[in-house]
């Protein structure tokens, strides 16, 4: 078999994915071909719309906008090519079409999860720092707003957000921001980052600023190799693991269930799951 | 042969209308052609099918370059003026969210406008075509009056088109479009859209007194002045015209993917501004044609659809592009050069 | 005369795409001579001289030096090999200084590898004081006048030192005092036993400095002769086939009414005190020294440079002229004199060339050219100025220096102005379409036309106006009839 | 236009610069004074507190600006000859794997290669800056020898570079690099390492044959030729130069994040560009000092950094940030301007 997949990026959490899902492919024996859309909405119609005149079997989809899945499920389920949905929830969710599935986690328990943690570490008080990731993406949204709910709790209403920069997902910008936060003087007792890179640049800035403390609280989303390891030097204090590879997976499965006509769950969740250094040893090497 | 006529001493002129002259963009038309068979015996050879007698293929080879192709129309103007518009990208932005927040359907709570929702088609479109027609007007403005180089007047409207997206939207995406606006953006109507006004951008550049000016400018402005053109004022005319083809541009994308985000349109400015020069147009100014813009957008379509049909890996793919775009440059420079002689 | 030949041209042959340049041409130079190059515009004589500098390379034939052939591989070896040019068009870095200018790529090092920026200054005013030119080495060229600029580039090829000097028209810009200057400086080098090229189409240049004069014609070879045992006349012949008779055709014409009236024109700074008088029918001379503000005067009527003192009154009118756009509105033309900078589109065809100021009026309905109607006016106008290009489309930038400038001056006959400014009209053109040119203004003024002309050459300005103005550094010295001007009145006024 | 002196004598054309000459940068100098004075201002009555008066945010202006730095000095090099280079964001991609990978630690079990761990910093250095060399000399031979335009040249380079760089780490980020190389791009040696740079191109610049080449090619490229200069073996100098400084760019962005990745530098060519064209370095070529580049360096820095201690809300930075570019190139032209007339 032959399938299409049209990934909205490769950054590192999404090339686990697409790992996951080409190893998962490879097993199956069947081929897939990735396509990169470089965060472009535009040009992932395009790539999709060029895999439909290719006539693959079945298309993975991780959507660059995911308000924009109405129209493509109109066009691969016009075309008669089974769809798979992966990591991020298309708006039309609630009306997909029969041979059509979502595999994801849900997005809104990763700020959330996260910050509880932070807020537990800090006994519900104190001055927190945001790092966003980049402002037009979803996930950015969502997790920013996670925070702002979770700051909004009873239990957690003693903790303040000072200021939200837009790190784009990037380490050195998270490092950047951060140091400026220093030089400015900001009083703050953690800091919330979008993902695991912009929690490491800040780390590093907290370093290379003498402000770093063992006590010193960052927390990113994702799990990433990197995140485990700086979490085992005893530096990053949370993250949040997202299953990569068992997304890409389970998007493979389904598909291929799809592709042989056999029933599959509108919405497969793979859950995320909170990672602090008490269990550490469980999540490493598994992203 | 000898230029002139020796008998008649000074009075010779002689015209030699006989001599054969090839149109400018054939070299490039070549190296089309050549990338398309190049993909074709490679199809054969991969898959074992055809990569051009394919119609679904054919049209979203110009389908998926529509929306570049609007705004590289507009650029090449620029550009013939010896200008740049590194904005059109941000405009596409803009003028997405903002004709999206004018096309949403009135059973979505979360409307930008709640007042103005369900509005037929026309009113979004001229509301992206608007921003974007502002914006082109500010870096004609700026470049006209202030003398600043197009090149740092339209990083600062990029820069801050950009920012005005994220803030209309306030990073959220404008959703939930009425199935009229969404029509500009479905089926064969972008491709329409883009060739319909790279007709009328053809015509004018070559056959009205504004296409003779903007090569006039290009090519000397000191000239140009000097020769009673009102340099100021056509750069604000070719300005504008760029910044609303880009506003254009953004509706059509905000109607294809029925949504307008403040993330659209990244590095657009790019891929235009590279199938305009690919096309023939100099970065010097004074020299380029429409035809030729064309064939640079046709050369970037047909090089990403090939890329999928050959399934070549995507971490791959990337450098083949680069290695393709400059290939096909030097291709056209070295055929240029041999008919020099 | 020196017998050791220099420089020996065999059989040359260069072509471009539709044009032959040059046809087994040949030339032989020896040293301490002056080796004049005559011929038509067109003829070939700068393609022959990028050849023998390594810009080109020739199709055919061979170049000996000192008897040795050689192949010239590009610019740097022919220097190497002694051979130096002042090019027809000037090729000067406009940002860097007058010294950097003339040494680059020879720049004075100190011990450490760095230029010695003291020693440059040093060296530079020392060959400026060996050529006695008065110029601040440390000057940006981009402030220097055109005159000023050409001396600049006669001083970097005389600091080559090199044995074969080419010089390509270097006296089309400069008035009289240079040209003098020049002359001198070319005499030294003779007497060094140099041997020096030297293309001009003044032909009193050539009696005053050259042993020797070929002549070249539509890409050929035809003669060469000691400039001794020849005439104005014989050369005239040889150059363009076939007598050339009246050299100045001026038609005495009735003057009509004032058309221009400019009173106390000024730009601060720069000039001021400009008033004059121009009637229909008038040809209006401006004479004076290199840098004396003609040119800027010339601007500051057409709105390049709008004047800030005066008044500008236009058929009666008082007229705001703050941008060529506007001068046009008024009937007025203006020919400039730096045809590269401020006159040519050089990577648009002759068509385009010829065609630009005259859209703005005429030839165009509902926005659209029309192009049939355009185009056989233009190819009637390249027929009378008697372009020599293979067509309406060839590209501008491959005619000849002196066919370029006509192209300039159709420009602005097709618009039929009112008033026509020209400035240096004929400069670089040669004798036979220089007679052309001045039949041709001389039958404008006689159609009513107020002509206003600048010319750094006196007989030019002596032979067409009916009176002539003088400027002084930004002043305006006086005006003089035609009965009272001659060389002498005038140049009192250009140096008062 | 035109400044004669009237007072001098008839035969003479001297021109008498008896005017003050002051240096160039000066108007960009005021304005960059001028934004931190607005800061500082803004910082008192917003935050009760200095904004300059703080070592560690001064130093932070130029940290955060010091790879931008770096890569715009070979920028600046390469608009001065009237080129320009866009790859210079990929080959930092490029060459920050490059080097990431030849700096991993030994006891990392995934790295890229096994037995090239625990090296000693010079070697992952000089792999990074080998990779930016080589590009460069890709991006001037192209240039040089196929005489395409230099934009499509170093486009074709650009993507191709990013490409080459995901290839490389198959969009993994590689890690756990040695505390040897990591000091690259610790503390304040970044800032060094830009300002030794700056300061050896100052003098190239100034004080060298080289620096007249690049100048003379820039303001007239034909008489540079007829001035025998090797135009083309000069520009694959350049463009060489330029290639390896966004190698040690690359090098020092991998140091600073410890990790080289794939998508690092992005657009980092256009901040580069910027920082030269406001630091009044014509792209036209012919024009631009080292010294400008510093001060447009320094202006962007200033903004980034001011724009997070005044707060002001991420959503409407790119607005201020867009205008402000402009605003400065603006009043630095005008300031010129009025000085000449
Ligand atoms: N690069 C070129 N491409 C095409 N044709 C050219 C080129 N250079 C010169 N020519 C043609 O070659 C012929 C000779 O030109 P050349 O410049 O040598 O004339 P010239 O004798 O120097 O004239 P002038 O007195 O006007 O300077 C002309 O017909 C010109 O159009
Ligand atoms: N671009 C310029 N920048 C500064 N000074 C200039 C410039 N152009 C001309 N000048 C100066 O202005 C003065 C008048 O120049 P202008 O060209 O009007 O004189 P002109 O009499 O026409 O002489 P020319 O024969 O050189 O054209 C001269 O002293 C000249 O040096
Ligand atoms: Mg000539
Ligand atoms: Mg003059």
Redesign the pocket.
Known sequence: QKIGLAMAQLDTFLTILKNGTLDAGKKAGATVQVEDAGNDVGKQLSQIQNLIAQKVDAIIVNPVDTDATPKITKMVTDAKIPLVYVNRKPVDFDKLPAGVAFVASDEKVSGTVQTQEVCRLLKGQGHVLVLMGELSNEAARTRTKDIEDVVATKACSGLKIVDKREGAWDRTKGQDITTNWLSSGVKFDAIIANNDEMAIGAINALKAGKKWTPNSIVAGIDATPDALASMKAGDLKVTVFQNAAGQGSGAVDAALKLIKKQPVERFVNVPFELVTPANLAKYSGKN | MSVGNPSVGAQSMTFKPSRRKWPPELGIFLVLVGISLFFEALGWWVNGQSFLMNPERLQIIILQMAVIGIIAIGVNLVIITSGIDLSSGSVVAAAAVVSASLAQVSDFPRAVFPHLTDLPMVWPLLAGTTIGLLIGLLNGSLIAFTMIPPFIATLGTMVAARGFAKWFTGGMPVSMLTDDFAWIGSGAVPVFIFLTLAAIFHVVLRYTRFGKFTYAIGANRQAAIVSGINVNRHLIWVYTIAGLLSGIAGSVTAARAISGQSGMGVMYELDAIAAVVIGGTSLSGGIGRITGTLIGVLILGVMTSGFTFIRIDAYYQEMVKGAIIVAAVVADQYRQRNRRG | MSETVLLEIEGIRKAFPGVVALDNVRLRLRAGTVHALMGENGAGKSTLMKIIAGIYTPDQGEIRLKGRPVTLRGPLDALNQGIAMIHQELNLMPFMTVAENIWIRREPLNRFGFVDHAALRRQTQALFDRLAIDLDPEAEV???????RQMVEIAKAVSFNSDVLIMDEPTS?L?ETEVGHLFRIIRQLRAQGKGIVYITHKMNELFEIADEVSVFRDGKYIDTRRSAEVTRDDIIKMMVGREVTQMFPKVTVPIGEVVLSVKNLGVEG?FGGVTFDLRAGEILGLA?????????VAEALFGVVPAMTGEIRIGGKTATIGSPAAAMRHGMAFLT?DRKDSGCFLILDILSNMEAAVLSQRYVKHGFVQQGALQRDCEAMSQTLRVKTPGMHEVIQNLSGGNQQKVLIGRWLLTKPKILILDEPTRGIDVGAKAEIHRLVSELAGQGVAVLM?S?ELPEVLGMSDRVMV?HE?RMTGIVDRAEADQVRIMELASQ
């Open positions: 981009r402030s220097l006048s055109i005159a000023s810009a008035t720069i004076g020294l290199v840098g004396s503000g003609r040119s800027n004199e600048i750094s400027m930004g």
